[in-house]
């Protein structure tokens, strides 16, 4: 018995330790608990309630340098209010100076738009408390601050929010651009799930189109024909993660740091967001676009419809070499915990 105690306790040891590591790498925890490799991003924003939360995410995750941020005028917020609005998120996270600017207020084809109470609401800053600040905009617009910061910025990364109005006029101006863009990130399209037009003043009938993509969907459809090969943050994959009461509760009561009281504030202001509606869509797009594996990327080949009709807006997936990557699957529980943990910083 004495020679066999000590063996035993080896055996128990080995036991526990396995058990220990088995546990703190589980899936749903694994990408959670990895710091990606560094990255530079140029965040395309229609700033919309979760826009904020995204970009405060972006701001807050360590190893991301927001070299830019370009207003989309033809999303839920108007040029001058988005860019106002940006900069004081800016201040409120004292976060280093960034360019901001805005692009066109009008789609490049059609007028489609968003529901004007949600562009209400985006103006007046989704009734966020923002301070004064002393920032200005960039001398420009957004077309020309995408050219200079690709111009400077070897692979550059890019991750877009609302319409896709603003990149591809971008390209358009410079179709070299293609060739400097790194990884595409977007928010938006629908290929294998129901569209989500729907709300106050919505166009009726359309059950197949994603709202970024239906407001301007001849921008989608060159970003995709110029052959960026995007990674469509789509309802596929976010339909996967909606934003829950037992979520909501948990921000309330775990909210700690600057960038987690932004979520905090925006879901007691907004009580829409929580009430079963609504879902982590850019802040989704923003964990992935910083490198964080809370999602899994399969190939599609897909094109655009941009006909008026009820079918406008669609990513309809079609046959041939894949173009683009759509998000299949997304794992809530990873996006979430990933979410509130980079918010709160250190």
């Known amino acids: 018995m004495p020679r066999a105690l000590p063996r035993r306790l ?3 040891a080995t036991v526990l330790a396995l058990i220990l590591s088995a546990c703190g790498t589980a899936p749903s925890d694994r990408p959670s608990q990895t710091t990606p490799p560094p990255r530079t991003l140029l965040v395309d924003t229609d700033v919309a309630p979760d826009d904020l939360v995204a970009l405060a995410f972006l701001l807050s995750a ?12 033809t999303g839920e917020a108007h040029c001058a209010a988005g860019v106002g609005i940006v900069l004081g998120l800016l201040e409120r996270l004292d976060a280093p100076e960034i360019p901001v600017a805005c692009g066109r207020e009008s789609p490049l084809a059609g007028n489609h738009a968003f529901p004007e109470a949600w562009r209400a609401g985006a103006d007046g800053g989704s009734g966020l408390d923002l301070p004064d600040t002393e920032r200005v905009p960039f001398d420009g617009n957004a077309i020309g601050l995408i050219a200079e910061v690709a111009a400077k910025t070897d692979g550059l990364s890019i991750l877009t ?28 399209g629908a290929l294998h ?4 037009i729907q709300g106050p003043g919505a166009p009726t009938g359309n059950a197949v189109a994603e709202w970024n993509i239906y407001v301007d969907p001849r921008a989608a459809a060159i970003v995709v024909e110029l052959g960026v090969e995007p990674r469509f943050v789509s309802l ?27 979520l905090a504030d925006l879901f007691a202001a907004n009580p829409f967001m929580t009430d079963g509606s609504y879902y982590l869509w850019d802040p989704l797009a923003a964990e992935l676009a910083a490198g964080y594996e809370v999602g899994t990327f399969s190939p ?4 655009v ?32 915990h990933t979410l509130l943990r980079i918010l709160n910083g250190p």
Not at 161 to 174: C, I, K, Q, R
Not at 193 to 196: D, Q
Request: aromatic share 4%; net charge negative; charged share 15%.
């Open 161 to 188: 929010l609302g319409p896709l109005t603003n990149l591809a006029e971008a390209l358009l101006a410079d179709p070299s651009l293609v060739e400097r863009i790194g990884l595409l990130y977007v928010m938006g």
């Open 305 to 336: 419809e941009e006909a008026e009709g009820p079918e406008s807006g669609f990513t309809r997936p079609t046959d041939g070499s894949p173009n683009v990557q759509y998000l299949s699957d997304a794992d809530q529980a990873s996006a979430e």
């Open 10 to 12: 080896a055996v128990l």
């Open 62 to 73: 360590p190893g991301v340098d927001v070299a830019a941020i370009t207003v989309s005028g």
């Open 300 to 303: 599609a080949t897909v094109s």
């Open 236 to 262: 596929d994959g976010t339909n996967q993660v909606p934003v829950t009461k037992a979520f909501a509760q948990r921000v309330a009561s775990e909210a700690t740091g600057p960038a987690a009281q932004i």
């Open 193 to 196: 799930v129901a569209g989500n």
